[in-house]
C-alpha cells in the first residue's frame, strides 16, 4: 500500500466524509500524504480544534502546570481554582524527580485553593492569601507557583500582585501564571505562558560561579518514565554539566542561574525553542536540537555536541563512550530488528514526540505510516524556514508575547558569528528541520488526530503498533492492536539513550509478541453464523 | 478541614462534572458534551480511563478565549451538529464546567433553541449543570440520575410491577451482581445508570464507537410507572435523589438503602427485597449469607487487630466502614473531600458502639488524613488509589476500593457487593492484615518481649535472628 499513494487518498477521503461539510473542510487541511516529489509540504496546525468531535488535547492550563511546571521538584504548585484542575494535574505525567542533596521535593504533592460557589461570585483573592501563607508555614518552599484555572481570569482575581506582595513578604520566590484553560486552542498554549514566565522572572535572577568544564542546559525533556535518568547518566559519563534542566528532574533553584550554561539542548522543540532563541538574544547562549530518542538520534546529538565544544579531549571521550554503551546494546537490538521487521506503526503524539520515536521505531525495524501532533506547530511539521510565514491567529494574539533584549551584565557571546556559521553548515545549531522531511514517502501526517480519524485510519492501514496516550490505548486494545502509550511509558521507560531504546524494543516484544493477541479470534469464528450470534453483541 | 482551613493539599475528591461523566456513561447509546474549555473533558477522560481500562469518549465544545467574551452557543451547537453526525447517538448529555457556568451559559435555552433549529426529535438531550466549585463528583453523579429522570421520565395510565434501581458509583461487575440478584427474586427492573456492559465492554470482532449496553431511554422513560425505587445512597441530599422525586412527581415509594457491602447492609437490601417481590429468599442467598457469617467467625481473631482509615466517596465510606464495623476492624478514620453536613453524623451513628475513638472528616485532603492516620496508628487504609500516596509516604498497605483506581488492572471488575462480594473484600482485608503480621511478627515480638529493654539491638541482628527462625 506505501508506494500507491492513490490509495492512500481514498482513506483520507473516506475519513473525511464522515463530517458535516463545514467540518470536512476544516480538517482535510490537517492531513496530507508524504510525497517527495511536491518539494514543499503545508499542512494546518495549532488552530482551534472543532467542537464536539474527541480530541485529544488539552487546555493551557494542563500545558502549563501539569507539563512545564508539574516535574520541577522544589515548588509548590499551588493551583488557584476549584479543586478538578489540581487533582486532575496531580501526578499523571510519571515525571519522575530525586531530590537533590539536602533539597525538598514536592513531586507527590498538589496544592489548590478549592474555590467554591462563592469564591466565584466574591472573588478568590484573600483565600489565595491565605493558602499562600499556610504553604509557606506547613512546607517552607523556596518557590511556589501559582496557575490560574478558568474561572479565575472572569472573576478577575489578580494572582499576580498577590504573588508579588507575598514575595516581599515571605522572603521567597512567588510566580503567577495566568494559565486559564481556554487560552490558546491547546496545551501548546500552556507552555508557553509557563516558559515566558519563567524567563522573564525565574531565569537569570541569581548569579553563580560554576566551576564547569562544560556547562549546558537541558530543554524541553520533562523525565517521562525516567527519561532524563538516562539521559544525565550518558552526559555525566561524558564529561558534561547541567546547569539546569527544563523541567524534568529540574528545581527552579537551578533555573534560577541557568544563564550560565554554554549550551543549550532542546529535546522538544514545540514546548521550548522560543526560549532558547530568548536566552541566545539575552546572554548569548546557542542552542542545539537534539534527540535523545532512540540511539542514532543520541550518537548524531552527542557528536554534535562536542563538535561544539570543539575539544579533542571531549570528542574522544565521546566516541568512547559511543562505543561503550553500543557495545553493551547493539547485538539485543539487532535481533529484535530481525524480529520486527516489515511491521507498521501509527504515532500520534506530542509536539515532537510523533517525530522523535521514529528513528526509534526504525532502528528496530519498524516503519511509521502515521504521524501526527496533538498540539505541534507548522514549523515542527515543515521546519524553522517556515515560520516566518505562519498567520498570527487571535488567538496567538491572546497569549502575551515576551519581548528580550540583550542584558549588558550577562551577555557573553558563548562563539563568534563566523564560528556559529561553520558549525550550522554541520549540525542543526539554533535550526530544526521538523518532522515531514525525515518521514518516508507515501506515509500519512496528520494534525490533531481525533477518535473517528483514530479508528478509521487503524481500519484502513492495520498498523501493528500504535502509539498515543490513555485516551486512546483502549480504542486500539478494542480493535486488537497493541498500543504502546508514549505520554506516559504504561508505567516502564526510560526509553531514552541507549539503554533506553533496549527498553523500549523489550516492551514492544512483550506487547505484540504476547500469546493472548492469539486467541482474539474465537475457534468458532469459521462458522460465521454462529460467530454472528455469540461474538456479534452488536 | 480541621487545621489548614485554606489550602488543599492533595485532593480527596474530584469536582462535580466526572460524576456527571460516570452516570451519562450508563445510559445506552449516549455521548456526553461537557460544555467548557476542552482540557476538562481530556482530564476526565484520561482520568476514567485508568480506571475502567475502556475508551472513555467525551465530546468537549472547546470554548476559546473569545467564546468567553462572547458566549459559547456557537460552539455548543457546532459540537453537538458534529457528535450527531460522528456518532448518531440516541441521548447526549450536556454539562456544563467552571468556565461555562461562571461566564453564565444558559444551556436549557441553546438546546431548546437547537433542537428547534435542526428539526431534532428522536434524539434526547439532557441538560445538567456541573459546576466544578458547585460541589465533588459524589453529588454531581446523584444529580445527573436526578436530571437523567426529571427529564426522560414519564407517568402513563399503566402501573407496572417494575422496580427502579439507582446504583451508587459501584463497578460494572458489582452492577451486574445486583442484576443477579434482582433476578434471582424474579423481579423486573430498571437500573440507573447501568454501566455492567458500556464501562466493561466485552472484545468483539467489531468495535463500536459507542458501547452496547446501559439503560435505554424507553426504560428510563418508563420509571415513573414503577412500583417502588430503592436508591443507594443514604448520605444523598434529598434534592439530589432520583428516588425522592420519583416518590413525589409519581407517588413511588422510595426505599434509600446503604450501598449493600457488609452483612448488614446486604441483609437491608435482601429483606426490601424480599418484601417488594413477595418472595422467599432465595437458597442461593441464604447459602451465600451463611458463607459470609462463617468467614466472619472465621476469621474475627485476625481482624481484630485492623485499625482503618476510610477514604473516598461518602457513600462508599459509609459501605466500607459498616463492614470494618461489623467484624471488629476499627474504622478509626472515615474521611471524605466532600462536604457534606450528613456524613458526621451518619457515620457517629454506625459507629456509636466503637470501643474505639473515631475520627470523622468531611471537606480534608490527603495531608490531613495522612497525620492522623500516623498519629492514630493505623495498620491499613481502606480507599481509592489516591491513597497511594499515604502507602507509599508511609508503607501503610491499602486496599483499593471504589473510584478511582488508576494505579492498579480490574477496577472494572471488582466485586465487593451482595454476600458473596461482602466476603470477597472482608477475605482481602483479613488477608492484609496477615500479611502485616507474617511479614512483622518477629520482629514485633522479639522487641516487645523478649528484648523490650535492649532497644539499641541493631537492625542487623533482628535481620539474622529473622533468618535463624525459619
Known amino acids: 500500500m506505501k508506494n500507491n499513494n492513490a490509495g492512500i487518498e481514498d482513506v483520507l477521503d473516506e475519513v473525511l466524509q464522515s463530517y458535516p461539510a463545514k467540518s470536512m473542510k476544516n480538517r482535510k487541511e490537517h492531513m496530507l500524504i508524504k510525497d517527495q516529489k511536491k518539494g514543499k509540504h503545508k499542512i494546518k496546525a495549532n488552530t482551534r480544534t472543532i467542537p464536539g468531535i474527541i480530541t485529544n488535547r488539552g487546555c493551557a ?478 | 478541614m480541621s487545621n489548614f482551613k485554606r489550602l488543599n493539599v492533595n485532593p480527596c475528591k474530584m469536582c462535580m462534572p466526572i460524576g456527571a461523566a460516570v452516570a451519562f456513561k450508563g445510559i445506552e447509546e449516549s455521548m456526553l458534551l461537557m460544555h467548557g474549555s476542552q482540557g476538562c473533558s481530556t482530564y476526565m477522560r484520561r482520568h476514567m480511563s485508568t480506571h475502567y481500562e475502556e475508551p472513555i469518549d467525551i465530546a468537549s465544545s472547546s470554548i476559546d478565549e473569545q467564546g468567553t467574551v462572547y458566549g459559547g452557543e456557537e460552539n455548543l451547537r457546532q459540537g453537538l451538529k458534529n457528535l450527531i453526525k460522528l456518532y448518531s447517538p440516541k441521548v447526549i448529555g450536556v454539562v456544563t464546567t467552571c468556565l461555562a457556568e461562571t461566564i453564565g451559559e444558559d444551556i436549557n435555552r441553546i438546546v431548546a433553541d437547537f433542537k428547534k433549529a435542526n428539526n431534532v426529535k428522536d434524539i434526547s438531550i439532557i441538560t445538567v449543570p456541573t459546576p466544578g466549585y458547585g460541589g465533588s463528583q459524589f453529588e454531581g453523579y446523584y444529580l445527573t440520575l436526578r436530571k437523567i429522570v426529571e427529564q426522560l421520565g414519564e407517568k402513563s395510565r399503566n402501573k407496572s410491577s417494575r422496580i427502579n434501581l439507582v446504583a451508587a458509583n459501584l463497578s460494572p461487575a458489582e452492577i451486574r451482581e445486583i442484576k443477579r440478584i434482582l433476578d434471582l427474586f424474579e423481579l423486573e427492573y430498571t437500573i440507573l445508570p447501568d454501566i455492567s456492559r458500556t464501562l466493561a465492554a466485552p472484545f468483539t470482532e467489531n468495535y463500536s464507537k459507542i458501547p452496547a449496553g446501559g439503560t435505554a431511554v424507553s426504560e428510563i422513560k418508563n420509571m415513573g410507572d414503577a412500583a417502588f425505587t430503592i436508591e443507594f445512597g443514604t448520605l444523598v441530599d434529598s434534592s439530589l435523589s432520583t428516588a425522592v422525586y420519583l416518590e413525589d412527581k409519581f407517588g413511588i415509594p422510595a426505599y434509600r438503602l446503604p450501598i449493600p457491602i457488609g452483612l448488614k447492609n446486604t441483609d437491608q437490601l435482601i429483606n426490601t427485597l424480599a418484601e417488594i417481590s413477595g418472595k422467599k429468599i432465595p437458597l442461593g442467598l441464604t447459602e451465600a449469607r451463611g458463607r459470609l457469617i462463617d468467614t466472619m467467625i472465621d476469621s474475627h481473631k485476625y481482624n481484630g487487630a485492623g485499625r482503618a482509615a476510610v477514604f473516598g466517596d461518602p457513600e462508599m465510606i459509609y459501605a466500607v466502614s459498616s463492614i470494618c464495623q461489623e467484624n471488629g476492624i476499627s474504622p478509626v478514620i472515615m474521611a471524605t473531600g466532600t462536604d457534606l453536613d450528613i456524613f458526621q453524623r451518619k457515620l457517629k451513628e454506625l459507629t456509636a458502639d466503637s470501643r474505639d475513638q473515631n475520627l470523622i472528616f468531611s471537606d480534608t485532603d490527603f495531608e490531613e488524613i495522612r497525620n492522623y492516620v500516623n498519629e492514630y496508628d493505623i495498620n491499613i487504609l481502606l480507599g481509592n488509589s489516591d491513597g497511594a500516596f499515604i502507602e507509599e509516604k508511609d508503607g501503610i498497605p491499602l486496599i483499593r476500593i471504589g473510584f478511582p483506581i488508576h494505579d492498579r488492572v480490574g477496577a472494572s471488575r471488582q466485586q465487593n457487593i451482595g454476600y458473596q462480594g461482602s466476603n470477597n473484600l472482608l477475605d482481602q482485608i483479613t488477608n492484609q492484615l496477615l500479611a502485616l503480621k507474617h511479614d512483622n511478627y518477629r520482629e514485633d515480638l522479639y522487641q516487645k518481649f523478649y528484648h523490650s529493654n535492649k532497644r539499641t539491638k541493631s537492625e542487623k541482628e533482628i535481620e539474622e535472628l529473622k533468618v535463624g527462625e525459619e
Open chain 1, 61 to 538: 492550563y494542563a500545558g502549563c502546570r501539569g507539563v512545564v511546571l508539574g516535574p520541577l521538584k522544589d515548588v509548590v504548585q499551588l493551583v488557584h481554582g476549584p479543586i478538578g484542575c489540581s487533582y486532575y494535574a496531580w501526578g499523571m505525567r510519571r515525571h519522575q524527580g530525586v531530590a537533590a542533596e539536602g533539597g525538598k521535593n514536592f513531586i507527590n504533592y498538589t496544592f489548590s485553593t478549592d474555590m467554591q460557589d462563592s469564591d466565584v461570585v466574591f472573588g478568590g483573592e484573600r483565600k489565595l492569601k491565605e493558602a499562600i501563607k499556610e504553604a509557606v508555614e506547613i512546607f517552607n518552599p523556596s518557590t511556589i507557583m501559582i496557575t490560574a484555572t478558568c474561572p479565575v481570569g472572569l472573576i478577575g482575581d489578580d494572582i499576580n500582585s498577590i504573588a508579588r506582595q507575598a514575595e516581599a513578604e515571605y522572603g521567597i520566590t512567588v510566580m503567577a501564571f495566568n494559565c486559564e484553560g481556554y487560552k490558546g486552542v491547546s496545551q501548546s498554549a500552556g507552555h508557553h505562558i509557563a516558559n515566558n514566565e519563567i524567563m522573564a522572572n525565574l531565569v537569570g535572577i541569581e548569579d553563580k560561579e560554576l566551576d564547569y568544564k562544560y556547562p549546558i542546559n537541558l530543554m524541553g525533556e520533562y523525565n517521562i518514565g525516567g527519561d532524563a535518568f538516562e539521559i544525565e547518566r550518558i552526559l555525566e559519563k561524558i564529561g558534561y554539566d547541567i546547569v539546569a534542566s527544563f523541567s524534568g528532574n529540574g528545581t527552579a533553584d537551578q533555573i534560577k542561574y541557568s544563564h550560565e550554561a554554554d549550551l543549550n539542548l532542546v529535546q522538544c522543540h514545540r514546548s521550548i525553542n522560543y526560549i532558547a532563541e530568548m536566552f541566545e538574544e539575552k546572554y548569548g547562549i546557542p542552542w542545539l536540537k537534539v534527540n535523545f530518542l532512540g540511539v542514532d538520534a543520541t550518537i548524531k546529538a552527542l557528536r554534535n555536541m562536542a563538535e561544539y565544544f570543539d575539544d579533542p579531549e571531549l570528542k574522544e571521550r565521546t566516541e568512547k563512550v559511543i562505543a561503550e554503551e553500543l557495545a553493551q546494546i547493539e547485538g539485543p537490538l539487532n535481533r529484535y530488528k530481525e524480529l520486527f521487521e516489515g511491521k507498521t506503526a501509527f504515532l500520534f503524539v506530542g509536539g515532537s514526540r510523533a517525530h522523535h520515536y521514529q528513528n526509534v521505531f526504525k532502528r528496530i525495524g519498524i516503519e511509521t505510516v502515521v504521524a501526527g501532533y496533538e498540539f505541534g506547530h507548522r514549523d515542527d511539521y515543515e521546519g524553522r524556514e517556515v515560520i516566518p510565514d505562519i498567520e498570527m491567529t487571535a488567538d496567538d494574539r491572546n497569549i502575551p508575547e515576551l519581548e528580550v533584549t540583550k542584558d549588558d551584565k550577562k551577555y557573553n557571546m558563548r562563539i563568534s558569528k563566523a564560528k556559529k556559521e561553520e558549525l550550522q553548515q554541520k549540525m542543526p545549531l539554533d535550526y530544526y528541520e521538523g518532522m515531514i522531511k525525515e518521514m518516508e514517502d507515501g506515509s500519512i501526517v496528520i494534525d490533531d488526530l481525533n477518535h473517528h480519524e483514530h479508528i478509521k485510519l487503524t481500519e484502513a492501514l492495520e498498523p501493528d503498533i500504535f502509539c498515543s496516550g490513555i485516551k486512546d490505548k483502549y480504542t486500539s486494545h478494542k480493535m486488537g492492536i497493541f498500543s504502546k502509550q508514549l505520554h506516559s511509558y504504561d508505567y516502564s521507560g526510560p526509553y531514552a539513550g541507549f539503554k533506553g531504546h533496549l527498553q523500549f524494543a523489550e516492551d514492544i516484544a512483550a506487547g505484540i509478541l504476547n500469546p493472548s493477541w492469539s486467541y482474539i479470534n474465537p475457534p468458532w469464528k469459521d462458522n460465521v453464523e454462529l460467530a454472528g450470534t455469540i461474538g456479534g453483541v452488536r
